[in-house]
């Protein structure tokens, strides 16, 4: 039995507390050539699992939204998305370098002690040269800036297609 199926519907959903690209269009516009610039030299599906496992780890359902749905577009498997969340008990969903990318991202999105664990970095830097390691630091600060945003101001998840801007 589907949730609308015993409520008979969906909750309400809730509008966005603000609409802050609106309010703030140049901190906007930075945001957007930010990632554009992350994003470069990077395997397109290792950056879309780091936005999504960010995404995971901050609550951002407006960018799950977005992630989820731009790495099923690019061809990634149902599969893979759904034991992202899991990717410790499910490493053989992943390769060696991806399971590094996915580790750093959780070390640099939660960083609990303070710091980015060595063993982590060193994992991290044996799968990437440096210019690709700087690319994926990069990225992974700026999912976890957007993330901020979207969990700040309450982006409404659900309306994002493929290859549009939010």
Known sequence: MSTTEATGAYA??????????????EVYKAMIRLETAARKGLDPTLYELVKIRAS?????????????KDALAAGES????????????????????????IELTEAVTVLTEGFVPDEVYDRAASHFEEAELSQLIAAITVINAWNRFGV???????????GQHT
């Not at 309400?12 to 269009?25: I, S």
């Not at 995971?56 to 989820?68: E, G, P, R, S, V």
């Not at 034991?83 to 590094?100: C, G, I, M, V």
Request: hydrophobic share 35%.
């Open 56 to 68: 995971q780890i901050n609550h951002c359902a407006f960018c799950l939204d977005m992630h989820t």
């Open 12 to 25: 309400a959903e809730e509008a966005p507390r603000l609409r802050w690209a609106e309010h703030a269009p």
């Open 152 to 162: 700040t101001t309450r982006m409404t998840p659900g309306h994002y297609r493929p």
């Open 78 to 101: 149902v599969e893979r998305i759904v034991q992202l969340s899991a990717w410790q008990e499910s490493r053989h969903f992943y390769t060696e370098k991806e399971l590094a990318a």
